[in-house]
């Protein structure tokens, strides 16, 4: 033990030995605890001090892909951060920058070396200089690596380190619990020195599950945790981390295994980088994905999952009935806890998260409407041996197009009402930045490389988004004036802020309704999800219109998906 290993808070190492003799026994726990805290006693970040508080009202995210803005000329995680400061001044805080890293397939989820960035994006540099003006969400893809990293071409020539960090199954082991997110094969064989292997492969052949029962595995990512934060991340993102520990014979999801990890995970960042936010990503039914708040000790962020299919059931059928019960009934995270809330990403539109929200029916209807508006469908193997809709591939924009009764001219307002919804809701928001640019399906992306989920990972050349940008008439630019506008208004609003309470009105299925407060503010935002206008009595109290900067008196008027953010101070 180091001295000043010694001077960690008994609570602390109690606590991280506990976790570890849970995870590897009893017998290795105290030799690991002080190998772990002698790694934590080196670590001395030159980051940012960290602030009174994780988060405030003005907490807004950006979601993007180092390239997803383009200019030949320049690294394009330089044409991001000039893009983000001169077109986005004042509306995000954070920027979740997708994975930056090697590659091999996924478009970044299946990483080649973790502690390189991309030189088709840029480097280290690049990355600080973001992190120096927002607080950086870096992706630390824990559950496998590319085939082509270090550790696995190790483990095909049976050297270190790299052997034993892969999990060998008999193929003919019974698997049938184990819940797949697709349907390509759990085990893949390779040819090894030591003859064909069959190795477990969760999401594709080229992505190889790592095995956390050897503990090698979790010192190596926890050096890889450390290194991202001495560069600057703020928020780390535990990608596919659901999925992260094996056991055969059980389901091979959530287990408790894999909650100490990120219980561990969780007392490291909050020991050595104080202000540092761990979100899981966990694309799953709501009570599944909640329980990684833990007892207010794992995850200090979730992602809001139930929220992208609910807000576009509503909006296609015009009925918020699902949306307005599903809130009503939401409980608050823990303290210290808080929702990422998101309409679109990189991934598509999940299904699993409407598990016993909305009748399989309407599921089906609601797949089958995004499919004439262009979207796609991706599948998972189910436990019977067939297939089940895992998510909606779809440009959210291009969701927005029509409803249950065709297409219409209301994209515009329906894509702003969409975000707006967000925005008012308790947690987090966090914005597309296709979606904030009005983007719409890229169905060549998707033929040119085979892979449903590149409809929405389209890639804008600067030069032709600036001329759209300049044309006051395009959709790129009627999106963007709509949206960034309701994000400065929604950052001077306290009752926004993430931890402020929020009750859920019920003014019925064609509007949708959020009221916050906090001790400066009362803030209730309406939702017309309809083509329809609507009168809703307000109760009783002078209230003052926010958007249009109007006094409103005893009722409002909301045009087709119109949208009111009514305070009282």
């Known amino acids: ?111 080649i070396d973790y502690l390189k960035v991309n030189p088709a994006l840029g480097d280290w540099p690049d990355i600080e200089r973001i992190a120096l003006d927002f607080k950086l969400m870096t992706d630390l893809v824990i559950n496998h ?44 064989r390779f040819e090894t020195v030591r003859g064909p292997r069959w190795v477990w492969t969760t999401f594709s052949p080229d992505q190889i599950d790592v095995d956390f029962r050897n503990p090698k595995v979790l010192f190596e990512y926890l050096d890889i945790l450390l290194f991202y934060l001495a560069k600057g991340s703020r928020l780390i993102r535990l990608d596919a981390i659901a999925y992260l520990w094996k056991k055969i014979g059980t389901p091979c999801i959530h287990l408790p295994e894999t909650h100490q990890v990120v219980k561990l995970l969780r007392d490291v960042v909050d020991q050595v980088a104080p202000g540092t936010v761990l ?96 979207g ?61 640019l009005g983007t719409e399906n890229d169905l060549d992306a998707v033929h040119r490389t085979g892979a449903p989920r590149a409809i929405n990972r389209h890639k804008w050349d600067l030069r032709h988004l600036t001329s759209r940008l300049a044309d006051p008439g395009s959709p790129q630019a009627k999106v963007l004036n709509q949206l960034t506008t309701l994000i400065t208004l929604r950052r001077k609003q306290p009752a926004f802020h993430p931890d402020a309470p929020q009750r859920i009105p019920d003014f019925g299925p064609a509007v949708f309704a959020v009221e916050r407060s906090c001790p400066e503010q009362r803030l209730l935002a309406l939702h017309n999800v309809t083509a329809e206008s609507r009168r809703l009595p307000l109760p009783p109290g002078t209230w003052h219109e926010r958007i249009s900067g109007s006094a409103v008196a005893d009722t409002c008027e909301l045009p087709p998906y119109g949208v009111a953010w009514l305070s009282q101070t």
């Open 1 to 111: 033990m180091t001295d000043v290993a010694a001077h960690f808070p008994p609570a602390l190492r109690e606590r991280i030995q506990r976790r570890l003799g849970f995870l590897y026994g009893e017998t290795q726990a105290a030799p690991l605890t002080e190998h772990l805290l002698d790694k934590l006693a080196g670590f001395a970040p030159d980051v940012h001090p960290p602030s009174e508080t994780l988060w405030n009202a003005g907490d807004i995210l950006l979601i993007t892909y180092g390239d997803s803005i383009r200019q030949p000329t320049e690294a394009p995680l330089h044409t991001l951060h000039r893009f983000l400061t001169e077109r986005l001044p004042g509306c995000f805080s954070s920027v979740h920058v997708l994975p930056y890293f090697p590659y091999s397939s996924d478009d970044g989820f299946a990483v």
């Open 145 to 188: 690596v590319s085939s082509r990293h270090a550790w696995f071409q190790n483990y095909l020539k049976d050297l270190d380190p790299g052997r034993d960090y892969f999990i060998e199954v008999d193929p003919d082991t019974d698997l049938s619990m184990v819940v797949r997110p697709r349907t390509t094969p759990l085990l893949t």
């Open 279 to 374: 979100i899981t990503e966990t694309n799953v039914p709501h009570a599944e994905n909640v329980s990684y708040f833990g007892q207010g000790d794992e995850a200090h962020m979730v992602y809001q999952f139930p929220l992208p299919p609910l807000v576009l059931h509503a909006l296609y059928h015009g009925n918020a009935e699902h949306l307005t019960r599903w809130a009503a009934h939401l409980e608050p995270p823990p303290e210290g806890g808080t929702f990422l809330n998101f309409l679109a990403c990189h991934d598509g539109i999940g299904l699993r998260p409407l598990e016993g929200l909305i009748p399989p029916r309407e599921i089906e209807r609601l797949v089958a409407g995004m499919e004439r508006l262009g």
């Open 376 to 436: 796609l469908v991706s599948w998972r193997a189910t436990p019977d041996g067939g297939k089940a809709p895992y998510e909606i591939n779809i440009a959210w924009f291009s969701a927005m197009q029509g409803t249950c009764r065709g297409r219409d001219t209301f994209a515009l307002e329906r894509h702003r009402c969409a975000h707006a919804i967000m925005l008012a809701l308790q947690g987090i928001p966090a914005f597309y930045i296709l979606s904030l």
